[in-house]
Nanobody, 115 residues
């Protein structure tokens, strides 16, 4: 079993920045990819960004140019640097870890952007 823990959420004003972190631990075999997803109240969970073990990244259209995902393969950790935050970025942010093709989710961390 793989445990996933997110941290770094909080309240920030529009235009500000936050950095989220994710750590995977437990019976890790081979993490193929890690990613961030978010879910706003009343909306479906959506892709924020993913990064594979080669460093290839993919971003959701709404965050391109503002968010940057990074990963430390040796430590099984991942970060999301969020700049120029907007009120519409308010959501619970979830970390997903793909280990041997199986997906594991953290419990999420709340990001609130005030206008």
């Amino acid at each position: 079993q793989v445990q996933v823990v997110e941290s770094g959420g909080g309240l920030v004003q529009a235009g500000g920045s936050l950095r989220l972190s994710c750590a995977a631990s437990g019976s890790i075999f081979n993490i193929l990819a890690m990613g961030w997803y978010r879910q706003a109240p009343g909306k479906q969970r959506e892709l924020v960004a993913t990064i594979n073990n080669s460093g290839r990244t993919n971003y959701g259209n709404s965050v391109k140019g503002r968010f940057t995902i990074s990963r430390d393969n040796a430590e099984n950790t991942m970060s999301l640097q969020m700049n120029s935050l907007k009120p519409e970025d308010t959501a619970v942010y979830y970390c997903n870890v793909n280990d041997r093709g199986m997906g594991y989710w953290g419990e999420g961390t709340l990001v609130t952007v005030s206008s």
